[in-house]
């Protein structure tokens, strides 16, 4: 079952469990999507991928409304988008530790040499591309290129 059709599912399940706001902020999120691949000139079909960066941003960005809010002195409103984040973010997959990150990083150059790869700061792109898939969105870009950079160092 893709994301997509996951987020579907729970639309009819918070229906019937009469949880209004995990169905509006599901609906929402799946409006965006929707949004998201009927713009441009072709409709696509969005990937896991492409949903899991989708909902990043939609959770970051109810959180900073939450912040918003908190220095607006609007509590009630701050607490009711922290509660649409927590609810998109279950849908993500657990965050990486810096150490499984650096784990990651160091497999991949090993396995770079192995292929006979000589890897310096030039090969920063090639390092970067497999480390970034592994990755997928579950720790920060910034950090982990610096990673990247310290081990090519």
Known sequence: MTLKEQLQADVKAHMKAGNRTALM????????????????????????????????KEAAKRRDTAGIYLDAGEEERATAEITEAEIIEAYLPAPLTAADVETIVDDVITELKAAGTELSMRQMGAVMKPV????????????????VRSRLA
């Open 25 to 56: 902020t599901v609906r929402n999120v799946l409006g965006e999507i929707e949004t998201r691949e009927k713009s441009g000139k072709t409709p696509v079909e969005l990937d896991d991928v492409q949903v899991l960066a989708l909902l990043q």
């Open 132 to 147: 970034t898939a592994k990755v997928a969105g579950r720790f920060d870009g910034k950090a982990v290129s610096e990673i």
